[in-house]
């Protein structure tokens, strides 16, 4: 399965990419909302792990751009701040399906990516 995961930390998505591969997924990594965009509209992630806080761009675009590129493709959020922590992104973003701390195990996320990307 295709996942694309958004992240500002090279270390932690090499991380997160290196430990989907071992569970049979194929996982690319963008940096920003416009490599995100980019990658959007060449391939579809039925998974997008996205973190809420982008160094450059906005995630709630990404979100909202795999919203109209791809209907069926859900966001699992990461963060390591509060902000949102009432859960209103789930209010704001459609296709939100997971909230959770960057923190989140590899596993757990795996778990989360396979469990989410099984069809309805």
Known sequence: MNVLIVQNKPTLGQMWQRHLHRHG???DIAIDQDAAIE???EKFYPIIILDVVLNNGSA???ADYASYRHPNAKV???????FFSDG???QLCSN???????AT???DLAAMVEHYAKPI
């Not at 699992?76 to 509060?82: A, E, H, R, Y």
């Not at 939100?96 to 960057?102: L, M, T, Y």
């Open 88 to 90: 209103s992104i789930f």
């Open 105 to 107: 195990q590899p596993d």
């Open 76 to 82: 699992i959020f990461v963060t390591n701040s509060s």
């Open 60 to 62: 709630i675009a990404v």
């Open 96 to 102: 939100a399906c997971a909230f959770v701390p960057i």
């Open 39 to 41: 990658m959007l509209s």
């Open 25 to 27: 997924h194929v996982a």
